[in-house]
């Protein structure tokens, strides 16, 4: 059974930093990328950044840029997303999720064609 799970959010004030975690079973991490999304309320799914498990090729939203690292570990099937210099408009539940990467011109990630989805974790910056 495929199965992702995101965990690692909180409440944070801005300046300050969280890691999420992205834990992957029941498929192969080197086939696929695997790409963070966020959701905020009122507003459009939108890709945060992706990552390719079998290069660690990473493309970033531009306007998480400088702020927010992807890493993975591939022994243990999991990707992590250290964000850092929170701001309240990083507010938003996050989403891990397996597929490719298709970049779109706001350098993050296409959720359409993802192929599996996690279940979100709610990531809340206060000002």
């Known amino acids: 059974e495929v199965q992702l799970q995101a965990f690692g959010g909180g409440l944070v004030q801005a300046g300050g930093s969280l890691r999420l975690s992205c834990a992957a079973s029941?498929?192969?991490?080197?086939?696929?990328?695997i790409g963070w999304f966020r959701q905020a309320p009122g507003k459009e799914r939108e890709g945060v950044l992706c990552i390719s498990s079998s290069d660690g090729s990473t493309y970033y939203r531009d306007s998480v840029k400088g702020r927010f690292t992807a890493s993975s570990d591939n022994a243990k099937n999991t990707v992590y997303l250290q964000m850092n210099s929170l701001k309240p408009e990083d507010t938003a539940v996050y989403y891990c999720?397996?597929?490719?990467?298709?970049?779109?011109?706001?350098?993050?990630?296409?959720?359409?064609?993802?192929?599996?989805w996690g279940k979100g974790t709610q990531v809340t910056v206060s000002s």
């Open positions: 999720a397996a597929g490719p990467c298709t970049v779109l011109p706001d350098g993050g990630p296409l959720d359409y064609g993802m192929d599996y």
């Open positions: 029941g498929f192969s991490f080197d086939d696929y990328a």
